[in-house]
């Protein structure tokens, strides 16, 4: 299986500019998806295929990599992003999902 | 609007077996994949299986082949996941997802349904 490598948890303070990674353990091509999940609720799509904002999502969330490689950024981080983040693959089969990143705001 | 409503959950003994609906609405259903992905009690996510829009084609993970059954039904709306033969492993919440066409993203989730395998 594809193994999906994130970052456990993260603090910033409001305003300003936070990089969640998720690195690959074969490559994915562009087939790498993001979703945020906040507590009590259930994921929400945010960037699929590295790099392409879904609707309805601000356009502070952005994405970017191929490969193995890549990162959702947040700028400028708002309270309200306080929320885990899941990197997720659908080039292999079977598809997979990161452990998740836990943001905090300071 | 797209709604996903997952029904069926609840406590079962090992072994035993239970059904999930997944009633959609606000959409097309006939023309999505669909999926189930679940989530142990403070885990991660998991895929677990992916059906075609017309139900023709199935896909699952090697933990549930076999004792999982994916299915839909294209003039109800409605998406189900047969479990047989239930572990405690199995315990989690599902939810039901739609798969989008540009990479095969999870682009709309239900609330989840949660199922707790226990004697």
């Known amino acids: 299986d594809t193994v999906l490598t994130q970052s456990p948890a993260l603090a910033v303070s409001p305003g300003e500019r936070v990089s969640i990674s998720c690195r690959a353990s074969e490559g994915v091509n562009s087939y790498m998806h993001w979703y945020q999940q906040k507590p009590g609720q259930q994921p929400k799509l945010l960037i699929y295929?590295?790099?392409n904002l879904a609707s309805g999502v601000p356009a502070r969330f952005s994405g970017s990599g191929s490969g193995t490689d890549f990162t959702l950024t947040i700028d400028p981080v708002e309270a309200d992003d306080t929320a885990t983040y899941f990197c997720?693959?659908?080039?292999?089969?079977?598809?997979?999902f990161g452990g998740g990143t836990k943001l905090e705001l300071k | 609007e797209v709604q996903l409503v997952e029904s069926g959950g609840g406590l079962v003994q090992p072994g035993r077996s239970m059904k999930l609906s997944c009633a959609a609405s606000?959409?097309?259903?006939?023309?999505?994949?669909m999926a189930w992905v679940r989530q142990a009690p403070t885990k991660g996510l998991e895929w677990v299986a992916t059906i075609s829009y017309d139900g023709s084609s199935t896909y699952y993970r090697d933990s549930v082949k076999g004792r999982f059954t994916i299915s839909r039904d294209n003039a109800k709306s409605t998406l189900y996941l047969q479990m047989n033969s239930l572990r405690s492993e199995d315990t989690a919440t599902y939810y039901c997802t739609r798969v989008g066409y540009d990479g095969y993203p999870l682009d709309y989730w239900g609330q989840g349904v949660m199922v707790t395998v226990s004697s």
């Open positions: 606000g959409f097309t259903f006939s023309n999505y994949g």
């Open positions: 997720q693959q659908s080039w292999n089969d079977p598809w997979t």
């Open positions: 295929k590295a790099s």
